[in-house]
């Protein structure tokens, strides 16, 4: 979704589709801002410059009159604004994929993206979520209650930690190069417990002593002798 401190106006060709799917077809902008990426308040925009409404079909000359004034009442906000136009120091937006599919294809004919979560995924999602809220909750009552400026740094610590990384699981940062797949691989795989080795969870075997293999008689020393007390032996233990 385009980001809205971006002044750089879209292409007449885009607005054009835009509103056509409007007036003729009976798109509701919502639904069209979802499928491009736009924000919806920005075709909400567009409509009311240009007096379009949904469902009132308009001719070709219409339809480019009302990019016209568009573009035209676009550019004079900003300049009310002090903003010099960005229209002619940067051109038009270059319009994504998605965007350029509906502009040659129309709503109807462009492919919406599948949803990105399952019902399941959905629910996992909010589950950990929800935990690392729980513990958020548990570590701001235990820096509360420290008595030492240990468990207190600890548990500061500890939540700063855990607010970054839900941060990043709401928002995880782009993949750009094979570096960044190498360490998202390790991560995954340290964090199913896939880097310990064989043999790591299981009971440790039991080595068999094989120093008596060699025991040589020849080479055997006498035993120290020890003095027992003969009296002592007989004495009754109690």
Request: include cysteine.
């Amino acid at each position: 979704m385009a980001s809205p401190n971006d002044r750089t106006p879209y292409p007449p060709e885009l607005l054009r589709r835009v509103l056509s799917d409007i007036a003729n077809e009976g798109i509701p902008h919502d639904k069209i801002a979802d499928l491009i990426g736009l924000i919806p308040v920005t075709i909400k925009n567009w409509t009311t410059r240009a007096k379009v409404k949904r469902g009132v079909r308009m001719t070709d000359e219409q339809i480019d009159e009302a990019v016209r004034i568009c573009l035209t009442s676009g550019r004079k906000a900003f300049e009310a604004q002090g903003t010099k136009a960005m229209y002619l120091d940067k051109g038009f937006r270059t319009l994504t994929t998605k965007q350029q599919e509906y502009v040659a294809k129309g709503f109807n004919a462009t492919d919406a993206a599948p949803p990105a979560h399952t019902k399941a995924e959905a629910a996992a999602f909010a589950g950990v979520l929800s935990c690392v809220e729980r513990q958020l909750n548990y570590l701001e009552q235990t820096a509360g209650s420290s008595e030492t400026i240990q468990d207190v740094t600890a548990a500061i610590v500890a939540g700063i930690g855990l607010k970054q990384l839900k941060a990043i699981y709401i928002d995880p940062p782009k993949i750009d190069n094979w570096k960044d797949v190498k360490t998202i691989t390790d991560m995954t795989r340290e964090a199913l417990g896939m880097n310990r080795k064989q043999g790591d969870d299981t009971p440790k075997s039991r080595r068999v002593d094989t120093s008596i293999l060699q025991f040589n008689p020849n080479q055997s020393k006498p035993a120290k002798g020890v003095t027992l007390d003969v009296d002592a032996l007989n004495e009754q233990v109690i």
